[in-house]
C-alpha cells in the first residue's frame, strides 16, 4: 500500500516559475524523504527531513514538514526544462525508519 | 563510482516461463531493497534485506516471488511462472547508515 500521496498528479509550469508538490500521509513517521525519476530511469534521492524538523534547504529544493497536518511540501524555485520529471515523496513505515513507502507521484513538465 | 547495478535492463519471456533478476548494490551498503513500479505509480516494496537476512516482505508478493541475497552482497529476485500482471519495472535500492536509499535503473519486465 502506498502511505504518501502527492498532489497535484501532474503539474505544467514555464521555465522560470516555481513548483509546489504536496504530499500527505496516514500515519507518524520518523522522517520523509523527496526522490525525482526521469523517464523510464531509476529515482534519484532528493531530500530527507526528520520529523523534528520543519524546514530544510538545498539548492533550489525547499521541503517543508508539518506533523500536526502529516503533510509535507516540495519547492522548486526557477524551474528549468531539466526539472521535468516525476516527483516522489516517501515514508518510513518501520520503527527502524529503514522501510520506505512511496506516494504515487507529482509529474512535473518544465516549458522551455 | 559504482552505484547500483541491475541486470538485465530489459526481460521480455512468454507467460509461464520462469525469471530471475540480479542486484549488486553499492558495495559497503548492509540494506538492499526491491520494489515494483507499473506505469503512472510510484515504487510498491516488495521486501528488504539487511546483510543477508531478509526484514520483511510484502504480502502483495505472491508465493511465486522470492528473494535471496546469500552472502548479503548481491541479491536475486525470482519469478515462477510469471504472469502478465507481473509486467513492470522492477527496481532495487541499497542504503547504509540513512533511509537514504540509492537506486539502480531497474529491470523492466514484459510478459507475453
Known amino acids: 500500500s502506498q502511505q504518501g500521496e502527492e498532489d497535484p498528479q501532474a503539474l505544467s509550469i514555464q521555465e522560470g516559475e516555481n513548483a509546489t508538490m504536496n504530499c500527505s500521509y496516514k500515519?507518524?513517521?520518523?522522517?520523509l524523504q523527496w526522490y525525482r525519476q526521469n523517464s523510464g530511469r531509476g529515482l534519484v534521492h532528493l531530500i530527507l527531513?526528520?520529523?523534528?524538523?520543519r524546514e530544510k534547504h538545498s539548492g533550489r529544493l525547499r521541503v517543508t514538514l508539518d506533523t500536526s497536518k502529516k503533510s509535507s511540501s516540495l519547492l522548486i524555485t526557477a524551474s528549468r526544462a531539466a526539472d521535468t520529471a516525476s516527483y516522489f515523496c516517501?515514508?518510513?513505515?518501520?520503527?527502524?525508519?529503514?522501510?520506505?513507502?512511496f506516494g504515487a507521484g507529482t509529474r512535473l513538465f518544465v516549458k522551455a | 563510482d559504482t552505484g547500483v547495478s541491475q541486470d538485465p535492463r530489459h526481460k521480455i519471456t512468454k507467460r509461464g516461463q520462469n525469471v530471475t533478476f540480479r542486484c549488486d548494490p553499492i558495495?559497503?551498503?548492509?540494506?538492499l531493497y526491491w520494489y515494483r513500479q507499473t506505469l503512472g505509480q510510484g515504487p510498491e516494496f516488495l521486501t528488504y534485506?539487511?546483510?543477508?537476512?531478509?526484514?520483511?516482505k510484502s504480502r502483495l508478493l505472491s508465493d511465486r516471488f522470492s528473494a535471496e541475497r546469500p552472502k548479503g552482497s548481491f541479491s536475486t529476485l525470482e519469478i515462477q511462472r510469471t504472469e502478465q500482471g507481473d509486467s513492470a519495472m522492477y527496481l532495487c535500492?541499497?542504503?547504509?547508515?540513512?533511509?537514504?536509499?540509492?537506486f539502480g535503473q531497474g529491470t523492466r519486465l514484459t510478459v507475453v
Open positions: 516517501a515514508t518510513d513505515a518501520d520503527p527502524g525508519g529503514f522501510k520506505t513507502i
Open positions: 500515519t507518524s513517521i520518523n522522517n
Open positions: 534485506f539487511q546483510n543477508e537476512a531478509q526484514l520483511e
Open positions: 527531513i526528520r520529523s523534528n524538523e
Open positions: 535500492a541499497s542504503s547504509l547508515a540513512s533511509p537514504e536509499a540509492f
Open positions: 558495495s559497503e551498503h548492509n540494506r
